[in-house]
């Protein structure tokens, strides 16, 4: 099952023919990275239940695990979006001496910029372009900065086959050549490319002979913006502003949705949130989606849970906050209503058997589409089935 809900996924978010994403070895790689022993096996279940496509009954399950950003908690994207953007551009100004010329109008409001704002992009980081790709690595479009690139153009600088040289060193090292599929990654392309575009008025018009120092420089106020310690402190502009106004970046669970997590605790299935937030913003969020109550919505809350290693690493134990405090200390079991941090899924499993009284409970974890990496390894490593946020809207 965990493999037809992953087909599904790759389909609905690579925007490409399941059977040719299978041929493309890509997804075999992801789960070889993830910790899978047999790839050749991978793709015939793959292939087999590409064939199947058969329904999915959320009913046949026993528990329902929910991730936090982008499924529970509905950002407002044009606003964070935006938000993302001027923090990361004044840094650059205010930090690192740029032209005020970074700081321009809101992407949200502005055609040329937004068109950069969707996933799957990939930045060739020595030619300062971004290139969509197709499943092979071929490029379908391309810019240089914001510059949108000509068809001929890309086969000057790409060859005929219009390939990108680095799609090879991308399959190898999925960590050293990510794919942008992260709402939260996704400003910093569009900053690398204004970046790009600063960077080429300054030098007349020339090229520069590698763009990858200024890739560096864009990423570094990310790097200090998702701080997480900035939210208790109040530092960095995003997080502040966030907490300060968390209405205009967030919307509230409907209350059919709300209703439902509640049914599904009437009726004997067990249902956890899981996220790699923080405590502190995880807990602000909550409270805007579900209220002050929120807590009443699950048998168990896990924050900072390092997702995907959540699911692949057996030796992180679970902790829990000393007091109010930022201190966390190791615990022995898990206990129902808990809120603990961390942990990983051989230990949560046997927690769940024990709560099901079942020695494999049918578990059922909701992902946002984003999240392909915890998808994948939820669905290979813990065969959990993944989930994918349409199911909440």
Known sequence: MQYRLLCR???????CDIKGFVKSKRL??????????????????????CAKEKMVSLS?????????????????????????????????????????????????????????????????????NCLKLCEHGHILRASHGTRALSNDEITEIYGVKRLWSGMKQFEKSLTEHGVYMDYFQIPLVVLFARLVDVVDKQ????????????????????????????????TGHFFPEIADRTDAYTHAASNELKEWLLTLRRHG???????????????????RVLGADWEKYFDISIFRARKPLFFTDTLQPFTEL?????????????????????????LFKSFLQKQTGKDN???????????VLSVVAAAVCSKCAACVQSLLT
């Open 60 to 128: 046949a399950f026993d528990v329902f695990g929910f991730d936090l950003d982008h499924t529970l908690c509905k950002y407002n994207l044009a606003s964070v979006f935006d938000l993302t953007f001027k923090t990361g551009s004044q840094y650059l100004v205010e930090k690192l001496h740029y032209p005020r010329e970074l700081l321009t109008s809101a992407p949200s409001s502005d055609p040329h910029l937004r068109d950069f704002y969707f996933k799957g992009l990939q930045i060739d980081l020595k030619l300062g």
């Open 269 to 287: 299935k067990r249902v956890f949130l899981l996220t790699s937030s923080f405590t502190d913003y995880g807990q602000t969020l909550l409270r």
């Open 9 to 15: 996924l790759c389909h609905r978010t690579q925007r």
């Open 361 to 371: 409970p049918k578990v059922a974890k909701l992902f946002s589409c984003r999240d």
């Open 28 to 49: 075999c790689k992801l789960a070889k990275y993830l910790g899978m022993s047999s790839s050749s096996n991978v793709k015939e279940e793959l292939q087999e239940e």
């Open 203 to 234: 030098n007349d018009g020339q090229v520069s002979s590698d763009y990858g120092r200024f890739y560096d420089e864009a990423a570094e106020p990310f790097r200090q913006m998702y701080y997480p310690p900035h939210f208790a402190e109040r």
């Open 322 to 346: 000393v007091g109010d405090s930022a201190e966390d200390k190791p615990v022995e079991k898990l206990e129902d209503n808990g809120i603990y941090l961390h942990g990983n899924w051989v």
